[in-house]
Nanobody, 119 residues
């Protein structure tokens, strides 16, 4: 399984941006897909995740501003971001967790996409 994140760039504070994560390859089962971010000098943190059942989870700092979604086949996962702030500047990674067979867990990361919010 490979993940390809895209959509980064430069955006003004208060603006919007959508990140995309394309998955290639198959898994026996996908548990969830998440978006993480890592700002310079900080640890990687979970931004948002969505489970196979459609349940979503968000970091407190992005609640009400970011929305995670996916297509039916799990081939694409999106992170719609609005009301962007300078503190959202980071490298964003997508991650998939699942199983390659009924017994073997699997975890993969995309390469990351950078975006910068200018004030």
């Amino acid at each position: 399984v490979q993940l390809q994140a895209s959509g980064g760039g430069l955006v003004q504070a208060g603006g919007s941006l959508r990140l995309s994560c394309a998955r290639s390859g198959s898994l026996f089962k996908i548990e969830d897909v998440g978006w993480y971010r890592q700002a310079p000098g900080k640890q990687r943190e979970l931004v948002a995740s969505i489970t196979s059942g459609g349940s979503t989870k968000y970091a407190e700092s992005v609640k009400g501003r970011f929305t995670i979604s996916r297509d039916f086949a799990w081939e694409m996962t999106y992170l719609q971001m609005t009301s962007l702030k300078s503190e959202d500047t980071a490298v964003y990674f997508c991650n998939v967790r699942g199983y390659v067979d009924p017994w073997t867990e699997y975890n993969a990361w995309g390469q990351g996409t950078q975006f910068t919010v200018s004030s």
